[in-house]
């Protein structure tokens, strides 16, 4: 009975998840006259890819799409160099303060991000970093740093010291021993990491809308807001973006499947 308790629970909490999804999917291929239809309707006999061909022609996603893939690789590559090696100093050496660093890097997370936008607005500007790619890549990345720091610093402390130790005695240096020994056994750590951190990037808002503004900039979140004017909302292809913006973290994830997995659950035995 509990069994199938749990089961029933589970299937009523996936089909709460996959019902404004599908219904996103259904209305991307709607006609626009046929979305505010009442009672709603799954299906329509008008239904056609042209939601999807005329998105690129109102807007220029093909490019909204490239600066979000430079964007969030970029960053994720770069709070992985920096957060991996902050890690392992945090995980592996004591000095002073290393409890309150780690404090303020989790405090960091629960600032909203109205309350910095305006420096960073003004610090971009002046070091001429605004609208561009490089700009919101450093802003994506220091945004991300903290909780990259946190999650990799757990997965290094879960390898124990011996391993390092041995590998320093076979005449590793430091580094050679992080690349070579330390690395290679949190990786599922590191994709797990990775995966987090390109989505945070992937799917960020409020950064992108403030700090960007010509379409050779723009990233897809920003993209997809342009659809809503002031005197229509062009809900059918903002409804096929949507579904075109999800397909690259879905192909991730089927791609790192494994690794991931393989990650969450190092940490949950640790």
């Given amino acids: 009975m509990k069994r199938f308790a749990l089961t029933a629970l589970i299937l009523v909490l996936a089909f709460a998840v996959l019902v404004p999804f599908l219904w996103t999917l259904s209305t991307s291929f709607k006609p626009l006259t046929e979305v505010d ?85 003004q610090l971009l500007k002046s070091v001429g970093l605004y609208d561009t790619h490089a700009g919101l890549i450093l802003v994506h990345s220091a945004v991300l740093l903290p909780f990259v720091i946190w999650l990799l610093y757990g997965f290094f402390q879960g390898i124990p010291r011996e391993v390092e130790d041995a590998a320093l005695i076979d005449g590793c240096s430091r580094m050679m021993a992080l690349r070579r020994v330390i690395l290679p056994l949190a990786l599922p750590g590191i994709g797990a990491t990775a995966l987090f ?46 579904v075109l913006f999800s397909i690259p973290p879905l192909l991730l994830f089927a791609l790192m499947r494994k690794t991931f997995v393989k990650g969450l659950a190092a940490g949950a035995v640790k």
């Avoid at 992985?80 to 902050?86: D, P, Q, R, T």
């Avoid at 992108?208 to 809900?235: H, Q, R």
């Fill in 37 to 121: 239809k009442s009672p709603p309707e799954w299906f329509s006999p008008h239904m056609s890819l042209k939601p999807y061909s005329d998105m690129f022609f109102y807007l220029p996603f093909s490019t909204y799409t490239l600066n979000s893939l430079i964007v969030a690789s970029s960053s994720t590559l770069v709070t992985l160099c920096a957060g991996s090696l902050a890690a392992f100093a945090f995980s592996r050496f004591t000095f002073a303060g290393k409890r309150a660093f780690l404090v303020i890097f989790l405090l960091s997370q629960m600032l909203p991000g109205a309350s910095v936008i305006i420096p960073l607005f």
């Fill in 197 to 242: 951190a390109f989505l945070g990037s992937w799917n960020e808002f409020f950064f992108a809308l403030i700090l960007t503004s010509s379409d050779a900039t723009k990233t897809i979140p920003v993209g997809i807001g342009l659809f809503i004017g002031e005197y229509n909302d062009i809900w059918n292809q903002m409804a096929a973006s949507a």
